[in-house]
């Protein structure tokens, strides 16, 4: 599952849901960014998601269906450790466009991993393993759940969050100039996740430089860092 959105009016504001199910994570706020981290049985804990003080901001959702075309060839590049240079600061949000444009980006076999990621200047790149890239001047708004913006709902999925979609549009298409953090936040809430939980959800606001986030759908208890 998962929810990625970001908004560009008065000010650029970038927000997350993460929903998993059977997995270890946590969040973890250091002076260089607040990482949202998972626990992979092999290599440890790997910062997959979050905010860097750069103001990059890395979501990477699961699309469904599956492609098969995501999956690993000898000369491509694995998206996740893209996303980790990214948000460690390795790479810059060019080199990932530039790679992009240039490279063969794949996911992990038998999934496809997509990305959705943003830099301080409200810049987007859309990335989906095997099926492109695009790259989104500073949009009004983007939109990133769980298919593929290159078939948007051309193939079905029980998973695909074709609602969560529908209802972020609306409510960024409709929301005020001043949209903020607390504004961001109520688009998270609309789609939050209970089925396969939403665990964290978190926001960027990149001219305050700050990170807001909350775990488990606890709207009332959210911790804040400056970066």
């Known amino acids: 599952m998962c929810t990625s959105i970001v908004s560009n009016r008065d000010k650029t504001i970038v927000g997350w849901n993460l929903d998993i199910l059977d997995m270890e994570y946590r969040v973890r706020p250091t002076a260089e960014g607040v990482y949202i981290e998972i626990d992979d049985p092999t290599e440890g804990w790997l910062p ?50 530039r790679i992009a444009r240039e490279k063969t980006v794949c996911s992990v076999p038998g999934v496809t991993f997509q990305a959705q990621l943003s830099d301080k200047n409200g810049n987007v790149l859309q990335l989906t393993p095997g099926q492109g890239y695009r790259f989104l001047e500073k949009p009004k708004y ?39 953090t607390a504004e961001c936040f109520a688009v998270l809430k609309a789609t939050a996740q209970t089925v396969c939980p939403t665990v964290v959800s978190m926001v960027l606001d990149v001219s305050e430089n700050t990170v807001s986030w909350c775990e488990n759908r606890e709207w009332e208890h959210v911790r804040q860092i400056r970066l």
């Not at 078939?151 to 209802?167: L, N, S, V």
Request: proline share 8%.
């Open 142 to 180: 983007a939109v990133m759940t769980n298919f593929s913006p290159f078939k948007m709902d051309a193939e079905q999925h029980p998973w695909m969050g074709w609602d969560r979609y529908q209802t972020a549009v609306r409510m960024l298409e409709e929301a005020p100039d001043h949209f903020g």
């Open 48 to 97: 997959l998601f979050g905010a860097n003080r750069r103001g990059d901001f890395v979501s990477m959702p699961t699309c469904w269906p599956f492609d098969g075309r995501s999956n690993p060839v000898p000369e491509g590049e694995n998206l996740l450790l893209l996303n980790i240079d990214l948000l460690l600061q390795k790479k810059t949000f060019s080199d990932i466009c």
